[in-house]
């Protein structure tokens, strides 16, 4: 016998089944071909790690304007995607449709979001590097 994953809840059910009979919500929409369920996790989170300063991860969760606005703005000069990025890494992103992205895994989402810091501490360092190497001059 075939199976398939509830898109709601999970659940291994019969290929052949229109209701899931763990969540008992009708699957119907697949049916018809239709994807409904809300963009998946690390699809979203890859999107806003390299293409965030474009707006990417907002068109693929059915944001348009505001994927439009941060395309325009590179990401809000990369702040806006980051924050973004940051919500994505710990399950506070909502699509366009005010739902939280399917199958999150905060294992990745907290892993991914500490190896980001890394070139963030690298920027912050050689900004700071500038800083003193424009100052000490001047107090020396
Ligand atoms: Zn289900």
Redesign the pocket.
């Known amino acids: 016998m075939e199976k398939k994953k509830?898109?709601?809840?999970?659940?291994e059910?019969d290929a052949e089944a229109t209701r899931?009979?763990?969540?008992?919500?009708w699957?119907s929409q697949s049916f018809n071909g239709v994807d409904d369920r809300p963009p998946e996790f690390l699809a979203t989170l890859l999107f806003a790690w390299f293409l965030g300063c474009f707006g990417v991860h907002r068109f693929y969760t059915g944001n348009i304007p505001i994927g439009v606005v941060q395309f325009l703005t590179l990401g809000g000069c990369g702040i806006w995607s980051y924050i973004d990025f940051i919500l994505i890494c710990f399950n506070k992103f909502k699509d366009g449709k005010g739902r939280l992205l399917r199958d999150y895994n905060s294992n990745v989402g907290i892993t991914v979001f500490v190896i980001s810091l890394v070139p963030l501490g690298l920027i912050c360092l050689l900004i700071f590097g500038i800083f003193l190497a424009v100052i000490i001059p001047e107090i020396v």
């Open positions: 509830c898109p709601n809840c999970g659940a059910i899931c009979y763990v969540c008992q919500k699957l």
